[in-house]
């Protein structure tokens, strides 16, 4: 399976991007499927933004994004989506998607070692 994340960019702090992350998988599997986006600023360790169960229903924040940021995930269009709003420059980094195949229904994943596939990564950069 082939995840690409896509939507990053060059915004002022204050504003908004709107990532997506993209899979090979089919419908059928995607539905299956738990996701994830991670972040790696330069010299500093990955570290979990967000995550949603397979249905779409449940969610997780890092505290740091909590209110600002939205998951969501399309089982429709296999896709998953990152709404980033209220954007500050300690966001910026490489934006990882990630998915878990088979998860269970309730399955909320905030770290990284459970994840199956992982996304290349798209750039957010948050100007002062």
């Given at each position: 399976?082939?995840?690409?994340?896509?939507g990053g960019g060059l915004v002022p702090a204050?504003?908004?991007?709107?990532?997506?992350?993209a899979t090979s998988a089919s419908g059928r599997?995607?539905?299956?499927?738990?996701?994830?986006?991670?972040?790696?600023?330069?010299?500093?360790?990955?570290?979990?933004?967000?995550?949603?169960?397979?249905?779409?229903?449940?969610?997780?924040?890092?505290?740091?994004?909590?209110?600002?940021?939205?998951?969501?995930?399309?089982?429709?269009?296999?896709?998953?989506?990152?709404?980033?709003?209220?954007?500050?420059?300690?966001?910026?980094?490489?934006?990882?998607?990630?998915?878990?195949?088979?998860?269970?229904l309730s399955t909320v994943i905030s770290t990284?070692?459970?994840?199956?596939?992982?996304?290349?990564?798209?750039?957010?950069?948050?100007?002062?």
């Amino acid at each position: 399976v082939q995840l690409q994340a896509s939507g990053g960019g060059l915004v002022p702090a204050g504003g908004s991007l709107r990532l997506s992350c993209a899979t090979s998988a089919s419908g059928r599997t995607f539905s299956q499927y738990a996701m994830g986006w991670f972040r790696q600023a330069p010299g500093k360790e990955r570290e979990f933004v967000a995550a949603v169960n397979r249905a779409g229903s449940w969610t997780d924040y890092a505290d740091s994004v909590k209110g600002r940021f939205t998951i969501s995930k399309d089982n429709a269009k296999n896709t998953a989506y990152l709404q980033l709003d209220s954007l500050k420059p300690e966001d910026t980094a490489i934006h990882y998607c990630a998915a878990k195949s088979r998860a269970i229904l309730s399955t909320v994943i905030s770290t990284w070692e459970q994840y199956d596939y992982w996304g290349q990564g798209t750039q957010v950069t948050v100007s002062s």
